[in-house]
């Protein structure tokens, strides 16, 4: 879910058909000490950070792609494209990355974390497959366990993946070095400040630096 500001958790969520790999783990960084008079043994044990940072794949469809390119690039504006009902995004990179609210349950569990910012999307396509988007994501905020009661439902996409069976790409039609790819891969990265730590357990925030495609 994107969120209108930072501290501020998303209220529209979109539901991803994942494929395997997808979701955040909950990782402690613990600092052991050894003191005198605790004999052999390290005698204080301590969290010093907590992050939960993940990755998204996917097959591409239009709702997730449009959401992923946005949120590692920074800008999106929707106009409107000449077939009816019919979205056309011009997504470019921008100097600031909007917030997301990351959310995964399992069994009766649910873990949420915030403030996270997209530092990598990669789209591979192959004549004949489905395209793959893959992503990461890093947790700007502190993680925490909501009530299985208050569960999301879920909605998902129900159109088919970008997939042309049995033929290949032409891009930017007309132009004779663009027809019949067969293979491509853009990757997107965003380099990040992903130190930021005051008093807290999580990280205080993510700031974008630099830009790579």
Not at 171 to 195: E, L
Request: contains cysteine.
């Amino acid at each position: 879910g994107f969120q209108s500001a930072k501290g501020t958790p998303a209220s529209t969520f979109h539901f991803l058909k994942h494929l395997d790999g997808s979701g955040f783990e909950v990782e402690k960084e613990i600092q052991r000490e050894r003191e005198g008079g605790d004999n052999q043994e390290v005698g204080l044990t301590y969290v010093s950070m907590v992050k939960a940072d993940g990755n998204i794949n996917v097959n591409s469809r239009p709702n997730v792609a449009a959401r992923m390119f946005a949120a590692v690039l920074g800008a999106d504006s929707v106009g409107t494209a000449a077939v009816a009902s019919v979205a056309r995004h011009t997504i470019t990179p921008a100097a600031s990355l909007p917030y997301l609210t990351a959310e995964q349950r399992f069994s009766d569990e649910i873990e949420r974390t915030q403030d996270c910012v997209m530092t990598q999307v990669t789209l591979e396509g192959e004549a004949g497959r489905p395209w793959k988007l893959s992503g990461q994501f890093v947790s700007g905020g502190t993680v925490f366990q909501r009530d299985v009661a208050s569960a999301l439902t879920a909605v998902r996409d129900v159109g088919k993946p970008h997939y042309f069976p049995g033929g290949s790409y032409i891009f930017d039609a007309g132009a004779s070095y663009a027809a019949d790819v067969t293979k491509i891969k853009v990757d997107i990265n965003r380099g990040v400040d992903d130190g930021i730590q005051t008093t807290g357990l999580g990280r205080d925030d993510v700031v974008p630096l630099n830009f790579d495609a």
